[in-house]
């Protein structure tokens, strides 16, 4: 089975990645543990194989399963070089990605330059601030009481 070896410094979340230094190896064994993994993959080459310094490759395409994968390892076995790979989903389905459409109705970011959004920011996190009164706020007499909070960067009253 063929395999081809790339170098690349793109981001692992980028879609299209800048792909060098290919180089393909046709001789290549999968190491199998009741079954293929296609998602992560180890292969076995030939320690003889023309493929010069390995360590400078860290992605890989095996087009019989059209995916491209992240080179998570490499390691020898007697005579042998063993490379663990990950699948890059991003890569593998560039192309339906980019031709697919979407209809997105919220926007984390508060001022995307890509959607407007005017619903109010949900957040998680929970910010408690207590402050003790005098005795006499529990009045019975009075049974309210008023309570003034500000905004960031606001100025109490």
């Known amino acids: 089975m063929n395999v081809q070896f790339f170098k690349t410094s793109s981001p692992p979340n980028k879609i299209s990645k800048n792909l060098t230094h290919k180089v393909e190896i046709t001789d290549v064994r ?29 992605y890989l395409r095996i087009p019989k399963f059209n995916r491209y994968y992240f ?20 890569m593998s389905h560039k192309t339906d990605i980019l031709n697919s459409t979407q209809y997105i109705l919220r926007s984390e970011t508060l001022r995307s330059p890509y ?12 910010k ?30």
């Not at 993994?37 to 860290?58: C, E, K, M, R, T």
């Not at 080179?71 to 991003?90: F, K, M, N, P, Q």
């Not at 706020?137 to 003034?148: A, G, H, N, S, T």
């Open 30 to 58: 999968f190491i199998e543990n009741g079954s293929l993994d296609i998602l992560n993959p180890s292969i076995l080459i030939n320690y003889s194989a023309d493929i010069g310094d390995i360590s400078v490759f860290n």
């Open 71 to 90: 080179i998570e390892s490499i390691s020898t076995e007697g005579g042998l070089i063993r490379i663990d790979a990950r699948c890059d989903v991003l």
């Open 115 to 126: 959607l407007v959004d005017n619903e109010i920011p949900i957040r998680s996190d929970k």
């Open 128 to 157: 408690l601030h207590q402050v003790v009164f005098g005795n006499n706020v529990d009045d019975k007499q009075c049974p309210y009481i008023i309570l003034e909070t500000t905004g960031k960067g606001g100025k109490p009253v």
